[in-house]
């Protein structure tokens, strides 16, 4: 995550690109600065990997907004990598669209005890990618969104940043309608076949900024009273490496108790 990184993208959300809105003319950067990478010869198996799992979830994606309006979409968003690789995926993507607004339905469903960096991170970083985030704190995810839907009618569909190896991910396709007493709507998982080495090359390739807890060892961001840095990454007393050191998918969740 350089400074060079933060200054590109605070360039483009800044800039008006042939009259657009700033919304617009970040999709653009984006969309140019993967389309850049894809068309990479890459010398690592691993970054070809990323190639190929970046235009699965650019297709998933297309596929949603052909399924539905732009209104009908949300994004849920907490400031963690995995949104945070759909995110960019999603802004890219909207490149063309006829219609963009100003900013773009999402929401935030705060954590209990919530660190003070990843609040700050969704702040900074949801005004940089033009979210008009909605924050709800209740006792279940299946709250919130319940909480979201009955102010939100309008949607129909909410992009999830979940993948294979998190709890509840194995069984998950790319679209998937809850089920089970939850709120109806269509859930959107375009990064769900993503392994966790994958999303930071991803990262860190394009330079995209990154909540800092991640550099300080943390791998799977949930809340103060339940996270921790993960012991696999452990170089001493109170240090530890940066979160995309980790390798195995099945060591990402060894910092939660839940």
Known sequence: ????????????????????????ALCILLRSRIEAFLQEDLATQKLR??????RIALDVIIEALNRYSL?????????????????????AALADHSDLPSSL???????????????TFVASSS??????????????????????????????AIFVGTRRTDPHGGKLTHFDPTDGGWPPFMRIHPVI?????????????????YCELYDMGYTSLGGTTD???NPALRIGEDTYKPAYELVEDDEERLGRDR
């Open 227 to 229: 996270t921790s840095p």
């Open 71 to 91: 209104p009908a979409l949300s994004l849920s968003y907490n400031g963690g990598k995995d949104c945070l690789v759909l995110l960019i995926v999603y802004l």
């Open 127 to 156: 005004i940089t990618y033009h979210l008009s985030l909605t924050h709800f704190s209740r006792e279940s995810m299946k709250a919130a969104f319940a909480d979201y839907l009955a102010v939100k009618p309008e949607v129909k």
């Open 49 to 54: 990997n990323v190639q190929a799992q970046t």
């Open 1 to 24: 995550m350089t400074e060079a990184a933060q200054v590109s993208l605070a360039n483009g959300v800044a800039a008006s690109v042939n009259g657009y809105t700033p919304l617009r």
């Open 193 to 209: 076949d993503w392994h966790y080495t994958e999303i930071w090359e991803f990262l860190r390739h394009l330079e995209i900024p």
């Open 105 to 119: 339905e999402s929401i935030y469903i705060v954590p209990p005890h919530p660190f003070p960096e990843v609040n």
